[in-house]
């Protein structure tokens, strides 16, 4: 079997793959509607909520969008340390938003201090943070940013962009008090692409509901008031809600817990193997994800030539993304990868060392 270290899309399994065969009933069926209100129940468990998870029909940038249009009437405070967090400011400002940043270089996290000195000069809406940066391998301190919030501006929104971690990390959305706090289907949770989740408190639904220009497809208050009937405003990607349906179970059969050790302790060797070899992780401890492993490419490999090798041991890992493309690399250990296949993995990566 081929696998894919990249940090999604990534590898599924083949009964969740076979699940998006079933055939097709109508989505306003009873029966469509018992499987759509059960995946969502099964989610609030991943979520650790007991507010609602929005099943979306569309990337994880989309809910990026639902978020600005439906939680920011004026300003929001976007943290940025990598590609994905300054993808949620473009967002921002494509729609109209006073989208004002803190910024840190690529491989920094942001500090609880910056988030509280911004926080501090002026009054924002809501704040944007992604949890685990996707393009440095940063995983930002989410529990001590979301104190800050709640100690210096208490009505100000949290809006966590968990893409390339939830399923895979363990992120207590009610505890840590987030209120809107998304991901996709096509990485720790293993799934094809094409959905996207977001547990959303009522403290949001309530902004959103005096929100003007919240546009329709994004719409989070048309979209409650047909989840409340388990439905969609319009037709869902039915096959990927089957696909969710099966792997839900498979998620909460193998244990949550234990899934999360999983991934800390498969980077953990990615990691560990990376600095014996000479390249340093991006990242800093205790900043370095439990899903995807930003390496700095010391040796100045051709990640091209790299990926060529190893595609001839049907592995594939991904070349560093935006301005560190070449200068780094990248290896996802989430979702159906396990500690073997990483082992398998850096053993193959010290054959092409030996030739490169």
């Known amino acids: 079997m081929s696998h894919m ?67 920011v009437e004026e300003s929001v405070l976007s943290c940025i340390n990598g590609s994905f967090s300054q993808r949620w400011n473009d967002v921002a400002i494509a729609n109209g938003k006073q989208a004002d940043k803190i910024e840190v270089e690529y491989g920094e996290a942001i500090t609880p201090d910056m988030l509280r000195d911004a926080l501090k000069k002026k009054h924002y809406e809501a704040v944007t943070i992604v949890h685990n940066e996707t393009s440095t391998g940063v995983e930002n301190p989410l529990k001590e940013l979301c104190h800050v919030v709640h100690e210096t501006s208490p009505d100000t929104l949290i809006l966590v962009d968990a893409v390339s971690s939830l399923a895979g990390v363990k992120i207590e959305m009610d505890a840590l008090g987030i209120d809107f706090l998304m991901t996709s289907s096509q990485k720790c949770f293993a799934l094809p692409p094409g959905l996207a989740l977001a547990g959303t408190s009522d403290r949001a639904m309530a902004k959103a509901a005096t929100v003007k220009n919240r546009g329709w497809y994004f719409d989070l208050v048309l979209m409650e008031k047909h989840r409340l009937k388990d439905s969609t405003p319009m037709t869902p990607a039915m096959s990927l809600i089957y696909a969710l349906d099966v792997q839900l179970d498979r998620i909460l059969a193998e244990g949550l817990d234990k899934r999360f050790a999983r991934h800390a302790a498969m980077s953990k060797y990615m990691q560990d193997w990376a600095i014996a070899h000479g390249m340093e992780p991006l990242a800093k401890e205790p900043y370095r994800s439990k899903t995807v492993v930003t390496i700095k490419n010391e040796h100045k490999w051709d990640i091209s030539a790299l990926n060529k090798f190893l595609q001839t041991k049907d592995m594939r890992i991904a070349n560093g993304y935006g301005k560190i493309k070449d200068l780094t690399y990248r290896v996802a250990t989430m979702g159906e990868t396990q500690l073997a296949d990483v082992k398998a993995l850096t053993e193959a990566m010290e054959e092409f060392m030996k030739q490169a």
């Open 5 to 71: 270290f990249v940090p999604g899309p990534v590898d599924v399994a083949p009964e969740v793959l076979a699940a998006q065969t079933k055939p097709m009933i109508p989505h306003r069926s009873k029966d469509f509607e018992a499987i759509f209100k059960s995946t969502e129940e099964r989610a609030k468990k991943i979520f650790y909520t007991e507010s609602r998870v929005f099943q979306g029909s569309h990337s994880g940038s989309g809910m990026q969008e639902a978020g600005i249009r439906n939680f």
